[in-house]
C-alpha cells in the first residue's frame, strides 16, 4: 500500500527544490560577479526601460528590502547603475541601468532564460497553472500565520499576466 504524502513530506520536498534552485542560482551568476539579487534588480531595470524609482524597484523585489541599500550601493560602486534625482521629488531617487549594466544584462538574460526554461519546463505545461494555484496556496497560508495577509502584487502579476517579476 502506497504512503499518502504527509505535509511535513510536502515542506522537506520544497526545501530541497529551494535548496538545489539556491545552489544553481549561485553557481550560474558568480562567474559574473554578480548575485541572484543583483541580476534580479538589472532584470527589472532592463524590463523597465533602464529607469526606475528606487522605491518601486525595491517593492518589486524578491528579496529582502533591509538589505537593499547594501546591493545597491555595491551595484553602483561597480559602475551597473547610476543612482538620480527624482525630476518631480527630491526625497525619491531615480535608479538608471549604465551601458555597462544593460551590457552585462544582455549577456547574461538569455543563458538565464533558457536555463529557467530547461527546469520549469520539465513541468508538463497542462500541470504548470495548477502547480501556480498550489504554491499560492502555500504563499497565502504562510501571510496568515504571520498575520500579513492581503494583496501581493507578485502573485496578481503571475495570474493575470502569466509572468512575474524574474
Request: proline share 4%; glycine share 8%.
Amino acid at each position: 500500500m502506497e504512503r499518502k504524502p504527509e505535509p511535513h513530506d510536502l515542506l522537506v520536498a520544497l526545501l530541497l527544490v529551494q535548496s538545489l534552485l539556491e545552489r544553481r542560482s549561485e553557481a550560474f551568476f558568480q562567474p559574473f560577479g554578480l548575485t541572484g539579487a543583483q541580476f534580479n534588480i538589472l532584470n527589472l531595470l532592463a524590463a523597465d526601460e533602464g529607469r526606475m524609482d528606487q522605491a518601486a524597484l525595491v517593492d518589486s523585489l524578491l528579496v529582502g528590502k533591509s538589505s537593499i541599500s547594501i546591493v545597491l550601493n555595491r551595484m553602483v560602486r561597480d559602475g551597473l547603475v547610476k543612482r538620480e534625482e527624482h525630476p518631480k521629488d527630491r526625497r525619491q531617487v531615480v535608479l538608471v541601468l549604465t551601458a555597462k549594466g544593460r551590457a552585462l544584462w544582455r549577456k547574461i538574460s538569455p543563458s538565464y532564460e533558457a536555463g529557467v526554461k530547461k527546469v520549469f519546463g520539465s513541468l508538463p505545461a497542462k500541470r504548470r497553472k495548477q502547480f501556480l494555484e498550489d504554491l499560492k496556496v502555500l504563499h497565502d497560508a504562510f501571510q496568515a500565520e504571520e498575520g500579513t495577509a492581503g494583496v501581493d502584487s507578485h502573485w496578481h502579476s503571475l495570474f493575470s499576466t502569466g509572468k512575474g517579476a524574474p
